[in-house]
């Protein structure tokens, strides 16, 4: 696809991905900038990988959009004592999660409840965080900035010193073509960085896709026995159904419980989102629970640590009523050799998502 | 882009009219448009409802009243032969909140001249809005504004109504020993309870004339206390503390029915 500009300057903010999905094309969008040399000041490509199924939720880009979100992604003024920025539990090298955080710390040094999540591939994700309590990418940021052992911002104080800083006024002005702070184009912005998060350049992708990536047999082996025992749940290239489901973690469905609190039905009791196993090996600790720190205790999980509750998903209850997963040793070691491969190097060092 | 809608728009309107006078002359004595005004008052009992002051409900508790406000959208006025005007949507939010007098005036503009004899609302925000850009929460749904305290950004969606206060008789958990949060959300996201209740209110003398030089109102009134004494007597004890879950939908079910037509003036 190719933007063709009548007006050098303005054309190029108004490239809008409509992309036929079904044809699973590699679709490059650039996003150039209008300086002299429209390559060199290329913001990203946003490009649709071919091994991804249906988006779920379409972003449409600008420079100065992805820009404006970027700032906002790392500012800590969204938070209440300005202290605390999305980047602060979000960091970049280990996926836009919380580096050896097992909860995060918040506002005034508040412990949060469950796992700071990865954010990655997003516009491919159904619902957003565990509970799966956000179904829009446009009401993601109001989620942490109004939680109060998060970020605890009151919405109007935000847009107050955000239409105070005259760098807002003038990116917000400069993406929007309007000289106004308001909730949707602050959002939208935000959008637009989260959504050009994607990673989709490990060395499994580039196998998978026929670019000359290389799995050695072990990880062969281990991908074999990964669709044969984890893909029922971790599906597709993105490595999740999207649903909610109970894995087995928790001897309570009660003190937790998940989905439940958002739908009200009691089968999804003590159940959460179904997680992408992207660039996995840096997202410890594993769980909402964060539970586990390394892939070795996730796979022994499987294997033996299963719990019984109302709600444990069937795909973990065997044949003869015992639980987990049939997983010998080597098919564990062999999955993680695996999972390893799902590490994208190029996204985690992209310069262009930094801060 | 604008010009050419607006050509469009024109074509439309001659078309229509050009089809619309062959037909004989159905519509009131006005061919034209008019305003509407609900008035809404709250009451506790028979007296104005006064924040702060203790109450009693029908199920035996002592009630204080800090905070009453409420979502009514998707007003479909109803003419007293039956048919319908269905406000345009995005006319058609408004968050009403005890502690706002202007926001207890509810102004319906270009309302065809006719006679109305009651309505028809949503209380709350409808699934589709719901789930919109924020460029479409705009006015009564700017949670930057308006609606800054009725939006679950955990649970994505308005807080349709609002009742907070305090009670001896409550049980809360939280930082007030006495409070009482009665919080009701949910469209019905993906099977979830939906606790979107639509209110009819119809006269049972009078109508609204409504006029080009005739801005009619229409008085309703909210008895506070009818919330507590509904289908279910609620029960502060117990449930003092709902923001959402499955006693929110007992709430709703209860409020479902506390809006009365007063009386309608026509001048």
Request: aromatic share 10%; proline share 3%.
């Amino acid at each position: 696809m190719k933007c063709v500009c009548a007006d050098s300057c303005h054309c190029l903010t108004s490239v809008v991905m409509k992309i036929h999905l079904i044809l699973l094309a590699t679709v490059m969008v650039l996003l150039t900038s209008c300086g002299k040399d429209p390559m060199a000041e290329r913001a990203f490509e946003v490009a649709i990988p071919a091994n991804f199924p249906e988006m779920k939720h379409e972003v449409k880009f600008t420079k100065e959009g992805f820009n404006l979100g970027k700032k906002l992604f790392y500012d800590p003024i969204l938070s209440r004592d300005n202290t605390i920025s999305c980047g602060s539990c979000h960091q970049q090298h280990v996926a836009f999660s919380h580096a050896d955080h097992r909860f995060s710390h918040g506002i005034d040094n508040q412990l949060g409840k469950r796992n700071a999540t990865s954010l990655q591939n997003l516009m491919w994700n159904q619902d957003f965080f565990w509970d799966g309590g956000v179904h829009d990418m446009g009401q993601i940021p109001f989620n942490p900035i109004q939680n109060p052992v998060e970020m605890d911002e009151d919405l109007a104080v935000l847009l107050q010193k955000l239409r105070a800083n005259d760098e807002y006024r003038r990116m917000f002005k400069s993406a929007y073509k309007e000289d106004t702070i308001n909730l949707a184009y602050f959002t939208d912005a935000l959008s637009q960085f989260m959504g050009a998060l994607i990673s989709a350049n490990s060395r499994y992708d580039k196998y998978v896709r026929g670019e000359g990536g290389q799995l050695s047999e072990t990880e062969l082996r281990g991908l074999t026995n990964f669709k044969a025992k984890c893909s029922s749940c971790h599906a597709t290239d993105l490595f999740t159904d999207n649903s909610f489901r109970n894995n087995g973690i928790s001897t309570s469905i009660e003190s937790d419980k998940g989905h439940y609190e958002i739908v009200l039905l009691p089968k999804y009791k003590g159940t959460f989102k179904v997680p992408t196993l992207r660039n996995i090996e840096k997202t410890g600790p594993y769980m909402h629970t964060g539970s586990f720190n390394t892939l070795e205790e996730v796979l022994k999980h499987y294997a033996q640590g299963v719990k019984q509750t109302e709600t444990l998903d069937k795909a973990l209850i065997k044949e003869d009523g015992s639980l987990g997963i049939e997983l010998s040793e080597t098919e564990q070691a062999e999955i993680i050799a695996f999972l390893k491969t799902l590490t994208d190097e190029e996204f985690l060092n992209n310069k262009s998502f930094s801060e | 882009m604008k010009k050419l809608s607006f050509i469009s728009t024109l074509t439309l309107l001659c078309l229509l009219l050009s089809v619309s006078s062959c037909k004989k002359d159905e519509a009131a004595a006005d061919s034209g448009k008019g305003n509407l005004e609900i008035e809404i008052d709250h009451l506790a009992g028979t007296e104005g409802l006064v924040l702060g002051t203790k109450y009693v409900t029908a199920g035996g508790d002592t009630v204080s009243v800090s905070k009453f406000q409420y979502f009514v959208s998707n007003i479909v006025l109803i003419k007293s032969d039956n048919s319908e005007y269905v406000v345009p949507q995005d006319k058609s939010y408004f968050l009403v909140k005890e502690s706002s007098v202007s926001s207890k005036l509810l102004t319906l503009t270009d309302i065809p001249s006719a006679d109305y004899k009651g309505f028809r609302f949503t209380i709350g925000v409808d699934s589709a809005r719901s789930r919109m850009e924020e460029s479409e929460r705009t006015g009564a749904l700017d949670k930057g504004a308006a609606a800054l305290d009725m939006y679950w950004s955990w649970n994505e969606g308005y807080i349709f109504f609002k009742l907070e206060g305090n009670s001896p008789q409550a049980v809360s958990m939280m930082d007030t020993a006495d409070g009482v949060t009665l919080h009701v959300g949910g469209y019905g996201y993906n099977g979830s309870p939906n606790n979107l209740r639509t209110a009819e209110i119809i006269s049972a003398n009078g109508v609204a004339t409504v006029r080009s030089n005739v801005t009619p109102e229409m008085h309703v009134i909210v008895n506070v206390l009818d919330v507590f004494d509904g289908p279910v007597k609620l029960d502060l004890a117990g449930h003092a503390m709902t923001m959402g879950g499955t006693y929110a939908s007992v709430v709703a079910d209860n409020y479902k029915d506390i809006f009365k037509l007063s009386h309608i003036h026509n001048d």
